[in-house]
């Protein structure tokens, strides 16, 4: 495996010089300073490698090409941002990267409610309570008819936080969830929101479906032409927000994707913490199954609490929690070996999120993307690698000794 780190470019507080002394080889990055739809220079994306590579350190993910809302809504527009976005990988490939993450969530990236949920040993989680975002939708943000998607007790959860939150809370979830997490490129009012969910008005799973696929048919076959593989993350959280489709959530999601285009171009970025955060996911089997498309891999694990519910989640260690990163870990080692005796590239993956542990908490810091939890995490997973590897590599040698006896 690649092992890879974030970095959101200049402004990252965690610098270049600290990733090279964290184990990581290679960097995922953007350049988030451009806007969405707007073509790649390459005298951009190449002052970018070069910086990354003066720093000792190798740009291989681009994490992510954002896709414009004309192209998920199906607008009239969304030919020239296709268009737009093909010339992207075209410069990227000139460039010598060599994946690009990208996802298709309407409107909202990734969604937390709290960004510092304080664990037992003092460390800081991100989580995500469903009582605390519908009581958002419902309240604050004041989206017409929002109670209909709800089940009856969720409306109820919601109240109830609501009604017992003081100021200070419902304006700190207010700029949680409209201030956008790191990675997202677009930040909202309540009334810019409101209004862009309404340009969504009529489009159901089966034509958010429908316009992905429009996508995927343009995008993948130059994908193919400049050797670039294309890997989707699933929704974050798994399920429906805000009356919106989500169609990258579950196995069954998946397993369309890849067969709607099937092409190595047409693969996954494998976010086990993502898939992880809905219970009937199975994780490991899901992570053997599409192993041969996985290009990229996000690996940390979550967890419920006492008295969660089904859609409630914090964001555990790396290698804890209530996903099963060992197993996880597993299955694409083995999809590596296979690779191997087939010529195919290296899995990237990095450590996704971290508690802000230690000095974390005194310095500035992105919500899930400290440095010395990260690090932790890194080193966990490494730790994990390794002793898959020797156990996988035991086997391997122990079937060969059977196989010539």
Known sequence: MKHSWRWFGPSDPVTLAEIRQTGATDIVSALHHLPNGEVWPVEEIAARRSEIEAAGLTWSVVESVPIHEEI?????????????????????????????????????????????????????????????????????????????????????????????????????????????????EETYSLESLRDTIETYKGIDDSIYRQNLSYFLHRVVPVAE???????????DPPWPLLGLPRIVSSRDDIAWLLAEVPSPANGLTFCAGSIGERLDNDVVAMAREFADRVHFAHLRSTSRWEGSGPYDFYEADHISGGTDIVGVVRELVAEEYQRESRGG???????????????????????????????????????????????????????SRAASA
């Open 72 to 184: 998920k809504r199906g607008g009239p527009l969304r030919d020239k941002y296709i268009d737009a976005y093909t010339q992207t990988l075209r410069n990227l490939a000139e460039c010598h990267l060599q994946v690009v993450c990208y996802n298709f969530l309407p409107i909202l990236d990734w969604v937390r409610t709290d960004l510092g949920f304080e664990l037992t040993d003092g460390s800081w989680a991100l989580r995500y309570t469903h009582a605390e975002f519908v009581a958002f939708d419902i309240f604050i943000l004041q989206r017409p008819d929002a109670e209909k998607d709800y089940a009856a007790d969720d409306v109820a959860s919601a109240r109830e936080f609501f009604a017992n939150a003081d100021e200070g809370r419902v304006a700190e979830l207010e700029r949680t969830i409209l201030g956008g997490l790191p990675g997202s």
């Open 225 to 235: 032409q400049v050797d670039i593989r294309l890997g989707m993350h699933a929704d």
């Open 345 to 399: 590239s290296e899995i990237f993956v990095r450590p996704d999120h971290g508690h802000q542990i230690l000095d974390d908490k005194g310095r500035v810091t992105r919500p899930g993307y400290p440095l010395i939890g990260r690090l932790k995490g890194l080193s966990e997973l490494r730790g994990v690698e390794a002793g898959v590897r020797a156990m996988l590599g035991t086997r391997s040698d122990e079937s």
